[in-house]
């Protein structure tokens, strides 16, 4: 059965950081690509950042891009995002993915077909 549990959320001062994690389990994690989506009350699930199984590619939202690395550890089984210079709109519950297709856009959320339970990331002026 796989499972993603996130975990790193918290409340945070804009202009701080946050380094958010995903543990997966019951898959062999270095064959899929891994995703990081986010959804603010009232919005619908956008996609923020994304990374190839090998780690050669990595993918962001124009609203993160600069701010948020992406990163995997295969040997732990473990994705991260690290959020820095955080702002009061990134405010979200964030949620990892597995992405299925081994090839395609990175940003629908139709690509991936396992989700964490998220993980909340308040961001205060």
């Known amino acids: 059965q796989v499972q993603l549990v996130e975990s790193g959320g918290g409340w945070m001062q804009a202009g701080g950081s946050l380094r958010l994690s995903c543990a997966a389990s019951?898959?062999?994690?270095?064959?899929?690509?891994m995703g990081w989506f986010r959804q603010a009350p009232g919005k619908e699930r956008e996609f923020v950042a994304g990374?190839?199984?090998?780690?050669?590619?990595?993918y962001y939202a124009d609203s993160v891009k600069g701010r948020f690395t992406i990163s995997r550890d295969n040997a732990k089984n473990t994705v991260y995002l690290q959020m820095n210079s955080l702002k009061p709109e990134d405010t979200a519950v964030y949620y990892c993915?597995?992405?299925?297709?081994?090839?395609?856009?990175?940003?629908?959320?139709?690509?991936?077909?396992?989700w964490g339970q998220g993980t909340q990331v308040t961001v205060s002026s």
């Open positions: 993915a597995r992405k299925f297709r081994p090839y395609g856009n990175y940003a629908g959320t139709y690509q991936y077909d396992y």
């Open positions: 019951g898959l062999t994690f270095s064959n899929y690509a």
């Open positions: 990374i190839s199984l090998s780690r050669d590619n990595t």
